[in-house]
């Protein structure tokens, strides 16, 4: 059964830095990997999808990593800024169907 | 224009009453799932129903109905409602197989149910 893992719970880091957030995987059969951004009492926005073929993906200042072999995925935020304070949540979709979620990052970011 | 809605957004109801959720993606999307997020934030999926059939059923108890008239909609019905019960909703939905990717999930803006 996968596990999905996200760690730390909770970031705080002061404007300008770069960060890197952590997700962690039980079962590599996965089809891909989704990362989403979840604002307080919003839904959830997806940021970017890896595919299991992938190795990562970026759009602006996000970039998704995937290592399968290990069990992990990063998202790395460069230049962050008091707009990227949000939860994030990395899901994993796997071989039966099934969609993951690990428990979340909550981000601050310091301004 | 919402790639996926839900209705009602807020919703407060006594114990023991009977309410639906509904949704609907204007997504062309295939597959529609329904999700429960508890007090502490933990996504935990419901249902998952492809093309009006249910393909996940994720041990939910049976006062937990799904129906999917189409593919489009896919409405969450609830009877005898506990104090348990209360959370937030989401609708999501998602395509397999389209242009070569697999499954990005769109999320509704969520349900908030509060059972009293």
């Known amino acids: 059964k996968q596990e999905v893992t996200q760690i730390p719970a909770a970031l705080s880091v002061p404007e300008g830095e770069n960060l890197v957030l952590n997700c962690s995987f039980t079962d590599s059969a996965i089809y891909n990997l989704q990362w989403f951004r979840q604002d307080p009492g919003k839904g959830l926005t997806s940021l970017l999808l890896?595919?299991?073929?992938?190795r990562e993906q970026t759009s602006g200042r996000l970039n998704a990593s995937l290592d399968k072999s290990s069990g992990r995925s990063t998202l790395y935020i460069a230049a962050s800024q008091p707009g990227d304070s949000a939860t994030y949540l990395c899901?994993?979709?796997?071989?039966?169907?099934?969609?993951?979620f690990g428990k979340g990052t909550r981000l601050h970011i310091l301004p | 224009d919402t790639a996926v809605s839900q209705t009602p957004k807020y919703l407060v109801t006594q114990m023991g009453n009977d309410k639906s959720i509904k949704c609907e993606q204007n997504l062309g999307h295939d597959t529609m799932y329904w999700y429960k997020q508890d007090s502490k934030k933990f996504l935990k999926i419901m249902f998952s129903y492809n093309n009006k059939e249910l393909i996940i059923n994720e041990t939910v108890p049976n006062r937990f109905s799904p129906k999917s008239p189409d593919k489009a909609h896919l409405n969450l019905h609830i009877n005898s409602l506990e104090l348990g019960d209360s959370a937030v909703y989401f609708c999501?939905?998602?395509?397999?197989?389209?242009?070569?990717?697999?499954?990005?999930?769109?999320f509704g803006e969520g349900s908030r149910l509060t059972v009293l």
């Open positions: 890896i595919q299991s073929s992938q």
């Open positions: 999501a939905s998602s395509q397999e197989e389209l242009a070569g990717v697999i499954g990005e999930l769109f």
């Open positions: 899901a994993s979709k796997n071989r039966d169907d099934k969609i993951i």
